[in-house]
Nanobody
Framework: QVRLVESGGGLVQAGGSLRLSCAAS????????MGWFRQAPGKEREFVAS????????FYADSVKGRFTISRDNAKATVYLQMNSLKPEDTAVYCC?????????????????????WGQGTQVTVSS
């Protein structure tokens, strides 16, 4: 059974930092692209960042580019999202996702429909 478990969320002041982690189990993690998405109350789910199987290719939403960094440790079956210079508009539930149909040749996806497995999410709240 595939499981994705996020951690690291919390309450932080504007300008602060948080590091989210997503631990995967139940499959060979290193074969698959991973993504981070977020959803704020009353809004649609939004792409944040994605990374391919090796970490050599990454994509970011314009709203987080230069502030957030996605990375992965395949030995630990974990993907990370380092979030710096946080803003109140970053407040949301952050979920990691795994693209089960990705290949070693494919760039990491940005659309939620490309991802088959999802974690339960972790709340990030940025106060002004």
């Amino acid at each position: 059974q595939v499981r994705l478990v996020e951690s690291g969320g919390g309450l932080v002041q504007a300008g602060g930092s948080l590091r989210l982690s997503c631990a995967a189990s139940g499959l060979t993690f290193r074969w698959y692209s991973m993504g981070w998405f977020r959803q704020a109350p009353g809004k649609e789910r939004e792409f944040v960042a994605s990374i391919n199987w090796s970490g050599s290719s990454t994509f970011y939403a314009d709203s987080v580019k230069g502030r957030f960094t996605i990375s992965r440790d395949n030995a630990k079956a974990t993907v990370y999202l380092q979030m710096n210079s946080l803003k109140p508009e970053d407040t949301a539930v952050y979920c990691c996702a795994l693209d089960y149909t990705s290949t070693t040749d494919s760039p990491p996806a940005k659309e939620p429909l490309e991802y088959e497995y999802w974690g339960q999410g972790t709340q990030v709240t940025v106060s002004s």
